[in-house]
Every structure is written in C-alpha cells, then in structure tokens.
C-alpha cells in the first residue's frame, strides 16, 4: 500500500533513508568517490525546507512496516525534484517504484512544473537505468528530458 505522509511524519522515513546513505557510503567505496558523511538530522532538516513549499511524500507500507518512500518537491521557480527513492531489496521489482514516480511525475505534470530532476549516484547503475524508463537522461544529474509523460 502506498500512502501519502506529511512533513510532521517525516521521521518514518528515516530507517529507509539511512539504509539508502549506507548504499551511497558502499558505492563511495567501490568507485574510489569521496563522500560528505550526512546524518539523518541535516537530511530531515534539508527535506523539511524543501515541505515547506510543495512537496509530495509518499511511503510504501507492507504489512504495516514502512519499506520504502519517495520524496518530491516543487521550488518556488516551478522546477520539479524527486529528492529521494528508496526502496528495501526484499520489495523492488513488484511495481512500487514504478507506482511512488508515476505519482510522483503525474504531481508535478498536474503542478505544470518547467523541468524535472533528480540526482543519483553514478555508481547506481540499477537506480539509472530505473530512471531512464521515465524519461530522464544522464548528465552531471539525470534529468527529465521532457515533462511531458513519454
């Protein structure tokens, strides 16, 4: 089940989003990539600034544990992000992830945003070529080649 959370619920998403910098840490590692170590704390206050605009979280529940989420937001210049998607192992490829974007595009589509990206680790390669299924291309960030939907 997919539902929709609001900031003051944003601390669900913590477990998941320490299991996503982990990966980001391991992938450091494998790449020979120096990374700035985040805690959970500077996140949550960084996604907190950004709910204070429009935002859209979302969290996927399987019997009623929190195993993944997406963040999304919209600035003030109408430029859409998805800030953040995790997903635990056990639940990917069964369609969540496909679910939390197409919500997540279909938002920001309905919010006419300009332009739409995300960043993503360049040692991701499942998480790229996920991405690339919506449309957005590899540059220093991938970004969405169109915000229309293809």
Same mark, same amino acid.
């Given at each position: ?24 840490? @391991?992938? +450091?590692? %494998? ?9 959970? =704390?500077? *996140? ?30 919209? @600035?003030? +210049?109408? %430029? ?9 192992? =056990?639940? *990917? ?45 590899? =540059? ?11």
């Amino acid at each position: 089940m997919i539902k929709t959370i609001t900031v003051k619920q944003l601390d669900i998403i913590a477990p998941l989003w320490e299991k996503l910098n982990a990966l980001h840490q @391991d992938l +450091d590692e %494998k790449i020979g990539q120096s990374r700035r170590d985040t805690t959970w =704390e500077q *996140r949550r206050r960084q996604l907190h600034t950004k709910a204070l605009g429009k935002s859209l979280i979302q969290i996927v529940r399987v019997d009623d544990k929190a195993t993944g989420y997406c963040f999304s937001s919209i @600035d003030n +210049d109408n %430029k859409g992000e998805i800030d953040s998607l995790y997903l635990l192992p =056990e639940c *990917r490829e069964k369609g969540f992830g496909k679910i939390l974007m197409e919500n997540a595009l279909k938002w920001m589509n309905d919010s006419e945003c300009d332009d739409i990206k995300l960043w993503v680790h360049p040692g991701n390669t499942n998480a790229i070529a996920f991405y690339w299924q919506f449309g957005f291309a590899t =540059e220093p960030i991938i970004k969405k080649v169109t915000n229309k939907p293809l």
